[in-house]
Nanobody, 123 residues
């Protein structure tokens, strides 16, 4: 089972930017599709961005054109560049991995999650 460590969250004003990092261990990172998720109180985890092992990307409509997911296989790391942040982006952000990209849309199936990193967008 993969192990992930998320970092890079913080407090920013609306319109600001953050770059989240997710470092993965315990896996052959290069074969995994990776996803970034977020969760707010009372809601299930939402997949906001995904990247395949080949570098293809997908985004939720709520973050499209503002967030960019990327990966550096040499560093076993996935990034989420978040620009033009809005208050509704406030959440705990998590990452996870799967050999099949399509399964990333089913986060309830995963038993393991990292601690996540808090992103707060507020005036």
């Amino acid at each position: 089972q993969v192990q992930v460590v998320e970092s890079g969250g913080g407090l920013v004003h609306p319109g600001g930017s953050l770059r989240l990092s997710c470092t993965v261990s315990g896996s052959d990172f290069s074969i995994y599709a990776m996803g970034w998720y977020r969760q707010t109180p009372g809601k299930k985890r939402e997949l906001v961005a995904a990247i395949s092992s080949g570098g293809n990307t997908n985004y939720a409509d709520s973050v499209n054109d503002r967030f960019t997911i990327s990966r550096d296989n040499a560093k076993n790391t996935v990034y989420l560049q978040m620009n033009n942040l809005k208050p509704e982006d406030t959440a705990v952000y998590y990452c996870n991995a799967d050999e099949q990209l399509w399964r990333l849309i089913m986060p309830d199936e995963y038993d393991y999650w990292g601690q996540g990193t808090q992103v707060t967008v507020s005036s």
